[in-house]
């Protein structure tokens, strides 16, 4: 038997749920960092509230996506923080290249 990795520890310690809302979080915090260090943002400002809606949004989308793929816990909350991570912008961008390709 395996031991249990950082998101089996964090999901057995708050539950899956909130655990994917972390793995949110965390992937859309990484994108504010980026644009902190570009001088984009100033990391305490209000463009930070706005991400809260944007975490949510993903995590739900991240998480259909793992399920969809069948995917395992561990790898559904990473599937979370990557699309979290590029946000909404960034999925409509992969989907319609996506979608273009797709057509035949």
């Known amino acids: 038997m395996t031991e249990p990795g950082l998101v089996d520890w964090l999901s057995n310690l708050i539950g899956g749920a909130a655990t994917t809302l972390v793995g949110a979080a965390i992937g859309r915090l990484m994108w504010h960092s980026g644009e902190v260090r570009k001088g984009q943002r100033r990391f305490f400002s209000r463009e930070l509230l706005w991400e809260i809606p944007v975490v949510f949004g993903m995590a739900f989308i991240g998480e259909?996506?793992?399920s969809y793929l069948g995917a395992n816990a561990t790898v559904g909350t990473g599937i979370v923080a990557l699309a979290a991570y590029y946000g909404p912008r960034g999925a409509e961008v992969?989907?319609?290249k996506w979608l273009t390709r797709a057509k035949p």
């Open 64 to 66: 259909a996506i793992a």
């Open 94 to 96: 992969l989907l319609a």
